[in-house]
């Protein structure tokens, strides 16, 4: 890889094959290094694509916007830290499920860059430690502003779950819709796509998982009231 950021080209941040945050490896002033080679690259892009970025006014920033809109916006949960999630104890012993949702989550599909809208609803039955309703919100933000499949963004925001309030049980549902089938493709305006993943007491106890299938209708149905 030729890049001109030092933990880009010295391969520090690759190789492992995983879609995981960065923010450990970057040194100070390195991002803002790596958004102006960023910026650099898409300029050529353009050009290669004959957009005429000297003389057309609307264009000739684009490639700055562009840069700093992946690196700071929509791709951020690759180069940012994690939100801050304080967790706490516990202290009744809640063993009682419940659900936080919709979450909307905006990502883009790894294979085209495009965008992926759609909603997230997360189950908890809770395990020794428990985090802020909001914080599921922020947590799923961050995983999601990275190029994903939707298949694997559930599991990495399941794992990101998992090590902040160890739940006893846990589930994910993402319904989202591809902009890669929506805009290009097969011009499918309305296929959606839905999956899940339930682990722990929500994988192992069928009348759990139920139950948690729907609290998750019943949110569903109060957005249509
Ligand atoms: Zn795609």
Same mark, same amino acid.
């Not at 990275?146 to 990101?160: K, N, S, T």
């Given at each position: 890889m030729t890049s001109t950021v030092p933990f880009v080209s010295n391969g520090v941040a690759n190789g492992n094959g995983k879609n995981d945050n960065i923010a450990d490896h970057l040194q100070p002033g390195e991002l803002d290094q790596l958004q102006v080679e960023v910026a650099d690259k898409v300029r050529d892009l353009l050009r290669s694509l004959v957009i005429d970025i000297d003389n057309d006014h609307n264009t000739h920033e684009t490639a700055e916007r562009v840069a700093k809109m992946y690196l700071q916006e929509v791709f951020k949960g690759r180069y940012h830290q994690q939100p801050k999630v304080a967790s706490f104890p516990n202290v009744k012993q809640l063993d009682e499920i419940y659900t936080v949702g919709p979450i909307t989550v905006r990502s883009a599909c790894s294979h085209h860059l495009v965008p992926i809208m759609g909603n997230c609803w997360i189950g908890i039955k809770p395990?020794?430690?428990?985090?802020?309703?909001?914080?599921?919100?922020?947590?799923?933000?961050?995983?999601?502003? %990275?190029?994903?499949?939707?298949?694997?963004?559930? !599991? *990495?925001?399941?794992? /990101?779950?998992?090590?902040?309030? /160890?739940?006893?049980?846990?589930? *994910?549902?993402?319904?989202? #819709? &591809?902009?890669? !089938?929506?805009?290009?493709?097969?011009?499918?305006? #309305?296929?959606? !796509?839905?999956?899940?993943?339930? %682990?722990?007491?929500?994988? &192992?106890?069928?009348?759990?998982? #139920?139950?948690?299938?729907?609290?998750?209708? #019943?949110? /569903?149905?109060?957005?249509?009231?």
């Open positions: 395990g020794a430690r428990g985090i802020g309703l909001s914080k599921f919100t922020r947590v799923a933000d961050w995983v999601f502003s %990275r190029p994903h499949i939707q298949e694997e963004a559930v !599991m *990495i925001l399941a794992d /990101e779950i998992e090590k902040l309030c /160890e739940p006893q049980g846990l589930g *994910i549902i993402i319904k989202a #819709q &591809h902009y890669c !089938m929506k805009w290009r493709g097969v011009k499918e305006p #309305q296929t959606s !796509m839905v999956n899940s993943v339930v %682990r722990g007491d929500f994988r &192992h106890d069928p009348s759990l998982k #139920q139950e948690f299938f729907e609290l998750v209708r #019943q949110q /569903e149905a109060l957005l249509s009231t």
